[in-house]
C-alpha cells in the first residue's frame, strides 16, 4: 500500500508542469526566503553554507520529483555563482526566486541569463 501511494505521489508531481508554479505561487520555507542583497552579504563572508545548503536541496527536490537529473556533472561552486549572478542583477528577490530561475534552466537545459 505505501508503494502505492507513494508511486501515486510521484507520478502526480511528475506530471505537474513544473514551469507553471514560482516563489511568487508556493510558500517558501526556510533559508530560501533569504533577499539576494543578503545571499550577497553571506557569500563575502562565507556564512552563506546555511542558505546554500537550501538552494542545494531545492535543485535535489527538483531532480528527484521530475526525474531529471539536472545535478550530474554540477559542483556546487558552479551553482552557487549562477545565484549570485541572478542576484547581481535582482538584489531584492530571494534565493528561492533565483533557485527557480536557476532549476528551470537547468529542466530547459539553457544557461540563465
Known sequence: ????????????????????VSADTVR???AGNVTCKEWSQLRISTEY?????WVLGFLSSTAWTTGNDILSGKKADILF???DDFCT?????????AAV??????LDKTSPE
Do not use: R
Not at 542583477?89 to 526566486?97: C, G, L, S
Open 28 to 30: 517558501m520555507m526556510g
Open 89 to 97: 542583477k535582482m538584489p531584492e528577490q530571494t534565493i528561492a526566486e
Open 81 to 83: 555563482t549562477a545565484i
Open 49 to 53: 553554507f546555511s542558505a546554500g545548503n
Open 101 to 106: 530561475e536557476l532549476a528551470t534552466h537547468m
Open 1 to 20: 500500500m505505501k508503494s502505492l501511494l507513494l508511486s501515486t505521489l510521484l507520478l502526480t508531481s511528475v506530471s505537474l508542469p513544473f514551469s507553471s
